[in-house]
């Protein structure tokens, strides 16, 4: 009989958000944005500290700097966006967020998709 996980870990999580919002794996952004959900879903609170403590945060990892943190994060959402992954991400969230001309932040993506991932956990927990 296969093994049938019944819980899938985080990064199955994000990878599977990713594909659902069409988010290449080969750009450095999709490496820097996995890393950025992992430590706002870890520290909520970081997510009013972006570029003084989340990208510098991500920049040391991957030993390279904050600000090209900031652009490739930018990128990755702007390949999803012009690949019009947008009803896709509205399915996943559960609501019209986004239209073809207002795509979100760095700060807004990354706050949205680590907000589902903590309101998942929680619904488990309380179910």
């Known amino acids: 009989m296969p093994y049938a996980p019944t819980h899938r870990s985080f990064e199955e999580k994000v990878t599977a958000i990713f594909l659902v919002a069409g988010i290449p794996a080969h750009i450095k952004g999709y490496h820097y944005l996995r890393e950025g959900i992992r430590l706002v879903y870890n520290d909520p609170d970081l997510i009013n500290r972006i570029t003084k403590e ?3 945060g991500i920049a040391k990892r991957f030993d390279t700097s904050p600000s090209k943190v900031e652009r490739a994060i930018r990128h990755a959402i702007e390949v999803a ?3 019009g992954k947008i009803e896709n991400l509205n399915a996943l969230f559960g609501y019209n967020i986004y239209g073809k001309n207002d ?3 760095n700060g807004e993506f990354i706050a949205l998709v680590a907000d589902k991932l903590l309101m998942e956990e929680q619904g ?4």
């Open 54 to 56: 989340l990208y510098p």
């Open 124 to 127: 488990k927990k309380a179910g």
């Open 81 to 83: 966006w012009t690949r």
């Open 103 to 105: 795509k979100p932040t």
